[in-house]
T-cell receptor, first 115, second 114 residues
Framework: DTGVSQDPRHKITKRGQNVTFRCDPI?????LYWYRQTLGQGPEFLTY????????KSRLLSDRFSAERPKGSFSTLEIQRTEQGDSAMYLC?????????????FGSGTQLSVL | AQSVAQPEDQVNVAEGNPLTVKCTYS??????LFWYVQYPNRGLQFLLK??????LVKGSYGFEAEFNKSQTSFHLKKPSALVSDSALYFC????????????FGQGTTLQVKP
């Protein structure tokens, strides 16, 4: 049983550069979520997909952020023109949509450091 | 809007003693409540959830949580703490609407000392 996989584990970039992260969910899961976590805080919701459709985006997600899930399987999160405030752990989670029993399975995250 | 609060940044307990990590919630409608644990350099791991039914929910690694509607609380408990339970614990509530989206508390660090 493979869990949620995220790549890379760590990313160091200079301010102004673009970065892209990848998430591979559990294969039978049709929902995929992106969260951001900073030190000492709980994860903050960014966006989520059901299959290939992006159903919700947080106001936290500025125009510099874009996410895709082109075939309803893996997803990418791109940050353009990175800023130091983007430094955080980016977490991906997946789930199988059910009425009440749905629970999220998280990947280990991508730690982004913007210098 | 749905929200949870974890009033303690850190909880310290001696190994073998019972532990409680507190969580209070605010929801409209039925509460769907969760506890997750995060070990260093690891993703969040599901511990347990409350949907409906018994107020005492049993989960992974010997943890349980008590749902209290009148006090709007969902405290995490374990009868006998282990040093390996030391980690960061998050309470979460499902957002309203047809979504699995979770809204997390700020987290509580549990330190279990030998």
């Amino acid at each position: 049983d493979t869990g949620v996989s995220q790549d890379p584990r760590h990313k160091i970039t200079k301010r102004g550069q673009n970065v892209t992260f990848r998430c591979d969910p559990i294969s039978e899961h049709n929902r995929l979520y992106w969260y951001r976590q900073t030190l000492g805080q709980g994860p903050e919701f960014l966006t989520y997909f059901q299959n290939e459709a992006q159903l919700e985006k947080s106001r936290l997600l500025s125009d510099r952020f874009s996410a895709e899930r082109p075939k309803g399987s893996f997803s990418t999160l791109e940050i353009q023109r990175t800023e130091q405030g983007d430094s955080a752990m980016y977490l991906c989670a997946s789930s199988f949509r059910e009425s009440t029993n749905e629970k999220l399975f998280f990947g280990s995250g991508t730690q982004l450091s913007v210098l | 809007a749905q929200s949870v609060a974890q009033p303690e940044d850190q909880v310290n307990v001696a190994e073998g003693n019972p532990l409680t990590v507190k969580c209070t919630y605010s929801v409209s409608g039925n509460p769907y409540l969760f506890w997750y644990v995060q070990y260093p350099n690891r993703g969040l791991q599901f511990l347990l959830k409350y949907i409906t039914g018994d107020n005492l929910v049993k989960g992974s690694y010997g943890f349980e949580a008590e749902f209290n509607k009148s006090q709007t609380s969902f405290h995490l408990k374990k009868p006998s703490a282990l040093v390996s339970d030391s980690a960061l614990y998050f309470c979460a509530v499902r957002a309203s609407g047809n979504t699995g989206k979770l809204i997390f508390g700020q987290g509580t660090t549990l330190q279990v000392k030998p």
